[in-house]
């Protein structure tokens, strides 16, 4: 099928699957005050190899080559045994706030919106080595784990550790219909100094950060409180998330507060609905009706978003900025999509920490093919 | 079969592949002037996943882990639902001369010609990011792409440009006889200076750069132009290309013309013929008539070949170097060969730009062991 | 089945497999005098695609992403023509010492003995480019290569060589019995000063080296000597390996001799035998009677070791160190174990030549999940 290469023994105790995703984006900046510039990239470039084995183990492990890097995203082990939980154990994504535990193949706009980098950040991790636990019901999902630090700090002296939890419910979770909740935990606790730096691309991957906290010194933990709200109602769909930061200092320095928000909504012109996956809390792959080569036009979606990131307080001044998103996506069979975003970003000002501090006013166009296979 | 792993939907609408190289060289050198060394290595050693979905969506992802690096070869999506035209997106190899656009796999000799290295130069490109859209009929190729910069050229300002053409004819295009013509133009147009510097190997990989521009200052753009011609006639093989280059400078500064071209030629001991691929515009696989697992000897293939290179003119003092290689070539199975090359390569004299400026007359040996699966 | 993915022709002369492994590691020292540090890691993350072709061609091509580096651990062409005798060529491991030609995978212990760190040293190598010939009997091994230097030291000036050679013999080669002998030589000439250093971890991979020699300038060759002791009675098996290392250097300089052993015994509460593969020369996958999904436990395994490495000699003032460790291993299936070592490290003195020189006691405490697919 599109799911590439899956290969599973009679009684489905084995199975084995290979598969990947490419995405090739452009990005052309309408610059302000700073040199921006434009550019082509391949935006990720993943292999990965996944199975069960003896029904109730299961692995992962994905490779990403694209950005210039290689990297670990996935290499865990899965033990389901004890249905519905679920233990896996390795370097893995955490599943904290929804934009993020849903996969970058199946979000709504080019970039994750401006809080994302709250989680992405280098001293904080969307993906981490660790062992979470998580459970579900039809309608509700519930995990915890514990982590380190990432595949990419390996050897001496990783020592930060971090709980997590989330907790998702929706009352309503039909195809067509979804009211979906969330609300998720993060603690990261330093025995080193991590030289916190906290900034944010202004959604689009190629064009610099424009706010920057600069490095907020002898942080000892950070905090990270995130609130999910999402609907579907038929081909009408919409989100918001909010996400609060506290940073922890040692020698009674001022401990500064961050937030960052995003409001979206999007609309099927072809009469599809996003795909809700109840019993993971996150949204998945979107199925068009009548795909391209089979003499339909695929799914085409329009879609606007608000979003901000607030980097500002207790004498750190990282600056505030906030973007507003057009977009449209052509989903011209489950596998292939094509993209095209525009972004007004303002920061008011820009980072005053990083030395710029000025106010900046830029229009960002930016365009993605993608194929999942 | 022995193309690695593939499987097919019953309808032949999907279509998956794993696949890979691995090439171990070693390679000889008798020195002159200069410290020349010896060594072994891999040249490539790459893994491979391509496939088709719903009949008309084509993808293709191909690592190469050799020579110590790791690089994104190709990531690209293919469509192919205006048969016979196709259209190619992402990273991929420009279809640049004819053995540029042959494979490493089924060259002749250990490397490519000198002249090579113009389309291999990190300014110019052999495999960039774009769009390329081609169309063949049973004896004849033609496309144009648009690329810009390369997958390890990411991120920022990555802005210049390059659009390029080949077409193709072969008048007589059978199994044993074949009569290929063919031209092709390549453009780059830089937005920042790209420090141009055009430099060659004497055909042996680990062997260093004999010839070599140094940096070509301030340079706007870069022009290829290519005329081919080769044939087959039963066991008998013969190929030679021109490729003129003409750099355009800002400031008045002088625009140096440089050039190189080859001849070469082979005959298959075994009787097999070289195998033309009429609908590329290329050569491919060997297939012997007896391989050696099943009472054969595989094929013997003799070759021989003359290939030079001009970095000199209008005050850019890059050397000028002749090659002259012979070649035995064993394809023990359609995917197993092993090949030695004898180099004698004279410059006259060698780069003065790079700070060189004498003649050298040096004798290189090179051994492969290939497999393809 | 369990390993991987597998497909095979009907007439059995074309296979193609691919697999990898997946190692979580998490190291804590309970430090002395140095700073020691504690963390975890991804300690291997592989994936390799292996084959047969036209039934006598071979091939094995394996990455290693752990430890955050990409390397080529096997990317050879194989003969099996002349059966039993089997030709290899390219970047593979040299069978040198029965631990090191053991798997990781089917390793006793978390890492392997402290002598294990003279072969792996980057100027001596467990993986190199080169030619290997061997064949076997039903109870034993011989084998003898020709090797160059590795992959990860392509090009100019890798002109280093090593013959090196192996045979073992198993006077009971029974399933639930076994005796093994063994003996290994490994000689190296070097034709540029390879700045040769030997250092060792206290078989903790995170935890730094505690003892080394420091560069040993101006170094010709060396030589390795191993012999190699094991046995498997029912649930019982014990080994022990010596190594020495004679150092030769140019200009009258003195040449140290240095060396290293261990002996190591374990026993299986469950039952299971360790597993001999006596035409390999080696020990394989554990196969527990009872798995973890089927109703059962898995296997059990106690194991214990003690390893000693001497760096000091002929004016080397590169440390003694002595490891005690105690091991736990639960194999819930052929694919999935998990382990628990404790390590009691001592150094008397640590090395001198490292600037260090002062006596360490250490415990360090050492976890792993590991699957292999």
Same mark, same amino acid.
């Given at each position: 099928?599109?799911?590439?290469?899956?290969?599973?023994?009679?009684? =489905?105790?084995?199975?084995?699957?290979?598969?990947?995703?490419?995405?090739?984006?452009?990005?052309?900046?309408?610059?302000?005050?700073?040199?921006?510039?434009?550019?082509?990239?391949?935006?990720?470039?993943?292999?990965?190899?996944?199975?069960?084995?003896?029904?109730?183990?299961?692995?992962?492990?994905?490779?990403?080559?694209?950005?210039?890097?290689?990297?670990?995203?996935?290499?865990?082990?899965?033990?389901?045994?004890?249905?519905?939980?679920?233990?896996?154990?390795?370097?893995?994504?955490?599943?904290?706030?929804?934009?993020?535990?849903?996969?970058?193949? +199946?979000?709504?706009?080019?970039? &994750?919106?401006?809080?994302?980098?709250?989680?992405?950040?280098?001293?904080?991790?969307?993906?981490?080595?660790?062992?979470?636990?998580?459970?579900?019901?039809?309608?509700?999902?519930?995990?915890?784990?514990?982590?380190?630090?990432?595949?990419?700090?390996? =050897?001496?002296?990783?020592?930060?550790?971090?709980?997590?939890?989330?907790?998702?419910?929706?009352?309503?979770?039909?195809?067509?219909?979804?009211?979906?909740?969330?609300?998720?935990?993060?603690? &990261?606790?330093?025995?080193?100094?991590?030289?916190?730096?906290?900034?944010?691309?202004?959604?689009?991957?190629?064009?610099?950060?424009?706010?920057?906290?600069?490095?907020?010194?002898?942080?000892?933990?950070?905090?990270?409180?995130?609130?999910?709200?999402?609907?579907? +109602?038929?081909?009408?769909?919409?989100?918001?998330?909010? @996400?609060?930061?506290?940073?922890?200092?040692?020698?009674?320095?001022?401990?500064?507060?961050?937030?960052?928000?995003?409001?979206?909504?999007?609309?099927? @012109?072809?009469?599809?609905? &996003?795909?809700?996956?109840?019993?993971?809390?996150?949204?998945?792959?979107?199925?068009?009706?009548?795909?391209?080569?089979?003499?339909?036009?695929?799914?085409?979606?329009?879609?606007? &978003?608000?979003?901000? /990131?607030?980097?500002?307080?207790?004498?750190?001044?990282?600056?505030?900025?906030?973007?507003?998103?057009? #977009?449209?996506?052509?989903?011209?069979?489950?596998?292939?999509?094509?993209?095209?975003?525009?972004?007004?970003?303002?920061?008011?000002?820009?980072? /005053?920490?990083? #030395?710029?501090? /000025?106010?900046?006013? /830029?229009?960002?166009?930016?365009?993605?093919?993608?194929?999942?296979?």
């Amino acid at each position: 099928d599109y799911k590439g290469l899956t290969v599973e023994s009679a009684d =489905g105790d084995f199975k084995f699957n290979v598969g990947g995703r490419i995405q090739i984006d452009a990005n052309f900046a309408d610059e302000d005050q700073t040199r921006l510039g434009s550019g082509a990239e391949i935006r990720r470039a993943r292999l990965k190899v996944e199975g069960t084995m003896w029904k109730i183990w299961g692995y992962k492990f994905q490779m990403d080559f694209g950005e210039e890097e290689t990297e670990i995203k996935d290499a865990y082990i899965k033990f389901k045994g004890l249905k519905p939980v679920t233990f896996t154990l390795g370097q893995q994504k955490l599943p904290f706030t929804l934009q993020s535990w849903t996969s970058n193949n +199946w979000q709504v706009f080019q970039e &994750r919106a401006l809080l994302n980098s709250f989680i992405e950040d280098d001293a904080i991790g969307r993906r981490r080595l660790g062992l979470k636990i998580s459970t579900h019901g039809n309608n509700w999902t519930a995990l915890a784990g514990l982590f380190g630090e990432g595949a990419d700090h390996g =050897g001496q002296f990783n020592e930060s550790w971090a709980p997590m939890g989330r907790v998702t419910f929706a009352p309503i979770a039909k195809a067509t219909r979804v009211l979906h909740l969330g609300a998720g935990a993060y603690y &990261r606790h330093y025995e080193h100094d991590p030289e916190l730096v906290f900034s944010a691309h202004p959604e689009a991957h190629i064009v610099p950060n424009l706010v920057s906290t600069g490095v907020i010194s002898e942080t000892e933990d950070a905090l990270l409180l995130g609130g999910e709200l999402s609907t579907v +109602w038929g081909p009408f769909h919409a989100q918001g998330e909010y @996400l609060h930061v506290k940073v922890g200092r040692k020698n009674s320095l001022p401990e500064p507060n961050f937030n960052g928000w995003y409001v979206q909504t999007g609309y099927f @012109l072809t009469g599809e609905s &996003r795909n809700y996956e109840p019993a993971k809390g996150r949204y998945g792959r979107i199925i068009p009706q009548r795909i391209v080569s089979q003499g339909g036009w695929g799914a085409w979606e329009l879609a606007f &978003r608000y979003s901000t /990131i607030d980097l500002e307080d207790n004498g750190i001044l990282g600056g505030v900025e906030s973007n507003f998103t057009a #977009g449209l996506n052509w989903y011209a069979t489950p596998s292939v999509m094509f993209r095209a975003n525009y972004i007004h970003a303002e920061t008011n000002p820009s980072s /005053i920490a990083a #030395g710029v501090g /000025i106010a900046e006013d /830029i229009n960002i166009y930016t365009v993605r093919g993608q194929i999942v296979f």
